[in-house]
């Protein structure tokens, strides 16, 4: 291991050092740094005095404010997760505001805060539909974080795809498929999102053999 160099208050493209972090697991000096963007990141000071890196990650993000994508109006950039994508504050155009990221902006995942699902409803009389029930708490668990597991869905950025978004489309699915109201619906990956070909419908006891985390509430039995 070299000669330990103090990168503390130091200046690296839009990082400023802040404080030393614990190093890597392969002994590698590591400190914190506050990015002028507002956010903090933990960097390699070999890194930093190299070069390589010169940001938390924004310069490589595209600014998406003032951009739309479906209902959505983005406001301003919020905070990157762990992956280094970024989350952004939208207000949907009927005039909720939600924290979304990226990706599911620039994929078409999510293009409304669900709005557009009520309409759908209204218009073709779904709500008596034996599989709305399940369509509702899908998109609770992945959009509405007042949902008590919304945590091992939409908090670990499970959404469900643009297609579902609308009743319609998720119910003409769902009758092509045989189940009862015993079955839940269940996803294939369980790392992965809600569509077509990721979803089937499983027993209580299928979904926990896939390793589904989540146990059955009065709020999800029939999901």
Same mark, same amino acid.
């Given at each position: ?8 208050? %130091? ?33 390699? +000071? ?18 998406l404010s +003032? ?38 902006l620039k ?9 557009t699902t ?5 218009? #073709? +009389? ?24 919304? #945590? ?52 209580? $006891? ?11 509430? %009065?709020?999800? $039995?029939?999901?």
């Open positions: 291991m070299g000669k330990f160099i103090d990168l503390l208050n %130091k200046k690296f493209g839009k990082l400023v050092v802040v404080e030393r972090s614990e190093n890597s697991v392969s002994n590698e000096v590591m400190w914190k740094c506050a990015c002028d963007c507002g956010n903090i990141t933990t960097v390699r +000071g070999q890194d930093l005095r190299s070069g390589n890196t010169i940001s938390c990650g924004c310069l490589r993000s595209p600014d +003032g951009q739309r994508f479906g209902r959505w109006y983005v406001i301003t950039r919020l905070t990157s997760d762990e992956n280094g994508d970024y989350s952004w504050l939208c207000q949907c155009d009927c005039g909720k505001v939600r924290s979304v990221l990226a990706l599911n994929s078409g995942h999510s293009n409304s805060c669900g709005c009520i309409e759908s409803v209204t218009t #073709h +009389g779904l709500s008596k539909h034996p599989d709305y029930d399940r369509w509702r708490c899908m998109m609770e668990r992945c959009y509405n974080k007042a949902y008590p597991e919304y #945590h091992y869905y939409g908090g670990r950025g499970i959404t469900v795809c643009n297609e579902w978004h609308n009743v319609v489309n998720f119910c003409a699915w769902a009758d092509t498929i045989p189940h009862d109201a015993t079955l839940s619906i269940d996803r294939i990956d369980n790392n992965k999102g809600y569509y077509p070909e990721n979803c089937t419908f499983a027993t209580a $006891k299928e979904q926990a053999r896939t390793g589904h985390r989540r146990k059955p509430t %009065k709020q999800n $039995k029939v999901t």
